[in-house]
């Protein structure tokens, strides 16, 4: 499930349990990521799921959700 391997992502990236992520998490308030964490997780998550996030889309991903729900759409196009 795609939303797994990418709270996992974002465990590993911002070094805290994913026990404290959820959907609605929002990325920079709750997870306390800063841009380039984001950038980072950005970068790990378009090699690992073969797709490409662009610049616009990227400024309106707020929570876990709005990566999730991204993915779930452009995985496999």
Do not use: C, P, W
Not at 4 to 32: C, G, H, P, Y
Not at 43 to 61: P, T
Request: proline share 0%; charged share 30%.
């Amino acid at each position: 499930m795609i939303y797994d391997k990418v709270a996992e992502m974002i465990a590993d990236q911002l070094s805290i349990s994913k026990d404290k992520i959820t959907r609605e998490s929002r990325l920079f308030e709750d997870l306390n990521a800063d841009s380039a964490n984001v950038m980072m997780l950005i970068l790990d998550l378009e090699q690992e799921f073969g797709v490409s996030v662009e610049d616009d889309v990227l400024s309106n991903m707020r929570t876990v959700d709005d990566v999730v729900s991204y993915l779930e759409e452009h995985v496999g196009q």
